[in-house]
């Protein structure tokens, strides 16, 4: 069994290395600061990193609310039932679609159809961009959050819901006081999941918004907000998706450099759940 | 012994079902106003059922129904619009003690600050007259930060009397409320319904039949989902109650 872990380590090690040793020449804080040049043959990442920071931020403000809600909903309100039931297996099955399936939904939905109306109605020109991939990944995303919500809730004892109903505190006063602060860092842990799934996909926002080439400031206030909302915009992963398979003579220390800094973008979030989960073992409080 | 010409509460025709099991089968009483009622029965006979009816948290349970009328001074459980208002003027200990993931303070404030109380000089003193009344004050009076749920069971037992009590309830419910506690500390609690007795109705649910023989004005037989017998005391408790079982039941012979 210890070889059996041995196997599972060693991979992902050798991989760690292997990326880091490649990429060694070009990493550095310029290379993290520095827009990418000449089709991302020279210079750095900042407009993919900050497009990524906002696609995440963009796909939370949607995902988190409705996930976390619909959770509550499901665990604290819901009678058990046959709406309960379908509910459920629908969020199960929506967390097994590929994420292709979940591209194509996002163009389809939001940017063929929806897209349109909504310019016509505020007058607007929007196109494919931050908001319609924000929407898409938080599609895609929406059975992580709704899972790990309802398995942080589901581990608080219904005994402390009982113990606050016969004192006449109302559900949502009992969720408020009691539920949702000893369940908050298993929600934490998900929303963080979450993170990590919407900065490392690359199909859902290949179609919905991504590009691969944007000019963007080299400095001021718009280089760190350089995108609009209805605007199409870089992202780690299709950077390095791009820059990978479509662009000749491209230096290999550019590609590994890239899958580096997105790679150490997941561990750290990654960790920062472990950090979290770690806390909430230490502070159980029953 | 009424309240505006009612009893304190009243069950008139109740049954309740979980599911398509019926585990009260149409019982009717009533308890007068500062009074003491003690329910003795076998487990399964629906005592625990019977106090989820009266502050309606049967509603929380899946499946569960009750028909037929509970009054509380006069007016129908049913009928009111405001279930958190009708449980906070009843108080509730169930079997096993709850102490809530707060501090031993903020458990038995808990309550209250859901009222709006909310400045410590209103509630020091709420806390520590509940913690004195289920006689846990002097064990923790120096630790009322720590966890309610790092107490001990017969610990936590008398925490959730204590919470019970915070709101100041016309009805204290108590199911098998000293199951966990010690003999000692008992008898001290039941001191402590003696007096208590005198600003509320209280319903005590109890396997031990001399705790119901030292403490109730009545007492109730139930068993499975009826009432064999309910009458005073003297009489329950005599050689000759009514009902042959209950005579059984009282004196160990029962089944």
């Known amino acids: 069994m210890f070889a059996c872990c041995m196997l599972l380590v060693l991979p992902l090690l050798a991989i760690l290395a292997y990326i880091f040793i490649e990429a060694a020449p070009v990493l550095s804080l310029d290379y993290l600061w520095q827009n990418p040049a000449r089709r991302g043959t020279q210079g750095g990442l900042w407009a993919p990193l900050v497009g990524t920071f906002y696609l995440v931020i963009g796909s939370l403000l949607f995902v988190a609310p409705i996930g976390i809600l619909a959770a509550i909903y499901l665990n604290e309100y819901a009678r058990e039932g046959w709406l309960n039931r379908v509910i459920s297996i629908t969020v199960t099955t929506l967390a097994g679609v590929p994420s292709i399936v979940h591209a194509l939904f996002g163009l389809g939905a939001f940017v063929l159809t929806m897209l349109p109306p909504f310019n016509k109605l505020f007058g607007l020109d929007w196109e494919g961009g931050l908001l319609t991939a924000s929407l898409t990944i938080a599609v895609m995303t929406l059975p992580v959050i709704i899972t790990a919500s309802r398995e942080a809730l589901g581990a608080v004892p219904h005994a402390f819901r009982e113990a606050c109903w016969n004192l006449g505190s109302s559900r949502w006063q009992t969720i408020r006081t009691i539920v949702l602060p000893n369940s908050s860092s298993g929600i934490l842990t998900g929303v963080i999941l979450e993170i990590c799934r919407a900065a490392g996909e690359t199909a859902p926002i290949l179609f919905t918004g991504a590009t691969f080439f944007k000019f963007i400031a080299e400095g001021g206030w718009e280089k760190l907000f350089p995108y609009g909302i209805g605007e199409p915009f870089m992202a780690m992963s299709m950077h390095l998706h791009v820059i990978s398979t479509q662009i000749a003579r491209m230096p290999d220390q550019m590609k590994f450099g890239c899958a580096a800094v997105l790679i150490m973008l997941i561990l750290f979030i990654n960790s920062a759940a472990i950090v979290l989960r770690l806390r909430m073992r230490a502070r159980k409080r029953w | ?255």
């Not at chain 2, 009243?10 to 585990?23: D, H, L």
């Not at chain 2, 009076?141 to 309610?148: A, F, I, N, S, T």
């Open chain 2, 1 to 255: 012994m009424t309240t505006n010409g009612h009893p304190h509460i009243e069950f008139r025709g109740v049954s309740a079902f979980y599911g398509p099991k019926q585990v009260l089968k149409g019982i009717s009483f009533t308890v007068p106003r500062n009074t003491v009622l003690g329910v003795i029965g076998p487990a399964n006979s629906g005592k625990t059922t019977m106090l989820k009816a009266i502050n309606r948290t049967l509603d929380f349970v899946g499946g569960a129904r009750f028909t037929g009328d509970v009054m509380i001074k006069g007016e129908n459980v049913k009928e009111m619009r405001d279930a958190n208002a009708l449980r906070r003027r009843i108080g509730m200990v169930f079997p096993l003690p709850v102490g809530l993931p707060l501090s031993i303070y903020e458990n038995v404030a808990y309550a209250p600050r859901r009222m709006g109380i909310t400045a410590k000089a209103e509630l020091d003193p709420i806390v520590e007259r509940c913690l004195r009344q289920s006689v846990l004050w002097d064990e923790v009076k120096d630790r009322l930060e720590m966890l309610g749920t790092r107490l001990s069971g017969g610990q936590q037992q008398r925490l959730t009397l204590a919470r019970a009590l915070s709101l100041s309830p016309e009805i204290l419910c108590l199911d098998e409320f000293s199951i966990a506690i010690d003999p000692v500390t008992t008898m001290r609690i039941e001191e402590v319904l003696k007096e208590l007795r005198k600003s509320m109705t209280i319903i005590l649910v109890t396997n031990l039949v001399q705790q119901a023989r030292r403490l109730a004005d009545h007492t109730m037989f139930l068993w499975r989902g009826d009432v064999i017998e309910l009458d005073s005391n003297e009489v329950i408790f005599s050689d000759k109650p009514k009902d042959r079982r209950t005579y059984e039941y009282v004196n160990g012979i029962f089944g």
